[in-house]
């Protein structure tokens, strides 16, 4: 099992930047997880954000957040993030931690999910 809790949200004016932070515990040890950040805003499917691999050398990125957004990781600390610049308004939405043995873009790729964070960007 892992738990996964995701901080950092707020409000933001458009153009601004925030940092999101996901800590991992649990018996599964983190290094062996590939991370992943997904969003959902209402009436909206979730949407793939980023996605990262256990030891951190390999990244994705959704088309709608290329440039903008980068996600990392810091093994020693169990902790994923996504640093999230250049904010739009449509960049609004829940942003929800994953991880898995195995991930990529789609969310049943994911096991473990967090609870979310919400992010709204004014304009």
């Known amino acids: 099992q892992v738990q996964l809790v995701e901080s950092g949200g707020g409000l933001v004016q458009a153009g601004g930047s925030l940092r999101l932070s996901c800590v991992a515990a649990?018996?599964?040890?983190?290094?062996?997880?590939?991370m992943g950040w997904f969003r959902q805003s209402p009436g909206k499917e979730r949407e793939f954000v980023a996605a990262i691999s256990w030891s951190g050398n390999s990244t994705i990125h959704g088309d709608p957040v290329k440039g903008r957004f980068t996600i990392s990781r810091d093994n020693a600390k169990s902790t994923a993030y996504l640093q999230m610049n250049s904010l739009k308004p449509e960049d609004t939405a829940v942003y929800y931690c994953?991880?898995?043995?195995?991930?990529?873009?789609?969310?049943?790729?994911?096991?473990?999910w967090g609870r979310g964070t919400q992010v709204t960007v004014s304009s």
């Open positions: 649990g018996r599964t040890p983190f290094s062996t997880l590939v």
């Open positions: 994953a991880a898995g043995r195995v991930g990529g873009g789609s969310w049943n790729e994911y096991n473990y």
